[in-house]
């Protein structure tokens, strides 16, 4: 079991950058594939982005070409790199494991809010 605490969110304008982090325990971290996912107020959650054991990335099509995910096995994190964000990436970002399509229905932080508004 692998569980992240989320970090690096805030409020940044239109076109700009951030950069989350999430640093998990368990001492597998590194055979797992882990994920970020987000939600915006009223909406489902969703997955941003994903990274296998292996270092294959995944991302949703709203994200692809502006936001790029890695991981540091050395240090049990996982980072989402942000660029070009627009309002409609405004929601709580979290991480957790990733199991391709499929959210995760538990196992989750307290996530990390980012506000894309000018």
């Known amino acids: 079991q692998v569980r992240g605490v989320e970090s690096g969110g805030g409020l940044v304008q239109p076109g700009g950058s951030l950069r989350l982090s999430c640093a998990a325990s368990?001492?597998?971290?590194?055979?797992?594939?882990m994920g970020w996912y987000r939600q915006a107020p009223g909406k489902q959650r969703e997955l941003v982005a994903g990274?296998?054991?292996?270092?294959?990335?995944n991302y949703a099509d709203s994200v692809k070409g502006r936001f790029t995910i890695s991981r540091d096995n050395a240090k049990n994190t996982v980072y989402l790199q942000m660029n070009s964000l627009k309002p409609e990436d405004t929601a709580v970002y979290y991480c957790?494991?990733?199991?391709?399509?499929?959210?995760?229905?538990?196992?989750w932080g307290q996530g990390t809010q980012v506000t894309v508004s000018s």
């Open positions: 957790n494991v990733y199991r391709g399509s499929v959210v995760p229905t538990d196992n």
């Open positions: 368990g001492s597998i971290f590194r055979l797992y594939a």
């Open positions: 990274i296998t054991s292996g270092g294959s990335e």
